[in-house]
């Protein structure tokens, strides 16, 4: 089955650009997508498609993907960006195509 | 605007069935393009797909559960419905439910979450 990693946290002054991994095997042939979770919420779709923002989403959020990596960016972090992050795609390649989660990403303000 | 709600007992015991519904509003069960989908989220862990559902009732499942999960659809009702069978602790979570967008083959993605519900797993 088709794995994303993620690394466990990032850290981020007010005001710099937050930068989260998500490695998978030739991932840049998929297409990624990304949640953002607050304690005690559901999940929030903040980017899909690699890069597209849905409606209500900040332009300071973005998402290139190539290689065996897509990364998250964050432009100008805010204090209410911190949450846990997590990386999604549809893993058509295997007999059991479905859903993959990575493993999420602790996005820390400092 | 399009609103999920899930639904069921809090409290299973081990070796029974975990059985959840939920509830869309605001919308269609039976829109094309849009997969109907469970997800739960262990104590201080991470995301992990249950399975997805067409109004037509085609299903995918996350092989490390499809053993024991049904998911079915009622488009009369505009429900969606989640059976876990023979749970034990580890089955202990935030179940929630999810509308996919589809864009198949190419990729799904959850765009509206209802706000979760706990489910604990004891005697």
């Known amino acids: 089955s088709y794995v994303l990693t993620q690394p466990p946290s990032v850290s981020v002054a007010p005001g710099q650009t937050a930068r989260i991994t998500c490695g998978g095997n030739n991932i840049g042939s998929k297409s990624v997508h990304w949640y953002q979770q607050k304690p005690g919420q559901a999940p929030v779709l903040v980017v899909y498609d690699d890069s597209d923002r849905p409606s209500g989403i900040p332009e300071r959020f973005s998402g290139p993907n190539s290689g065996n990596t897509a990364t998250l960016t964050i432009s100008r972090v805010e204090a209410g960006d911190e949450a846990d992050y997590y990386c999604?795609?549809?893993?058509?390649?295997?007999?059991?195509?479905?859903?993959?989660f990575g493993g999420g990403t602790k996005l820390t303000v400092l | 605007q399009l609103q999920l709600q899930e639904s069921g007992p809090g409290l299973v015991k081990p070796s029974e069935t975990l059985s959840l519904t939920c509830t869309v509003s605001?919308?269609?069960?039976?829109?094309?393009?849009?997969?109907w989908g469970w997800i739960r989220q262990p104590p201080g862990k991470g995301l992990e797909w249950i399975g997805s559902i067409y109004y037509s009732g085609s299903t995918y499942y996350n092989p490390s559960l499809k053993s024991r999960v049904t998911i079915s659809v009622d488009t009369s009702k505009n429900q969606f419905s989640l059976k876990l069978s023979s749970v034990t602790a580890a089955d202990t979570a935030v179940y929630y439910c999810a509308r996919l967008v589809a864009a198949a083959p190419y990729y799904y993605y959850m765009d509206v979450w209802g706000k979760g519900t706990t489910v604990t797993v004891s005697s």
């Open positions: 605001g919308g269609s069960i039976s829109s094309s393009s849009y997969y």
């Open positions: 999604q795609v549809w893993d058509s390649s295997s007999d059991h195509p479905g859903v993959v």
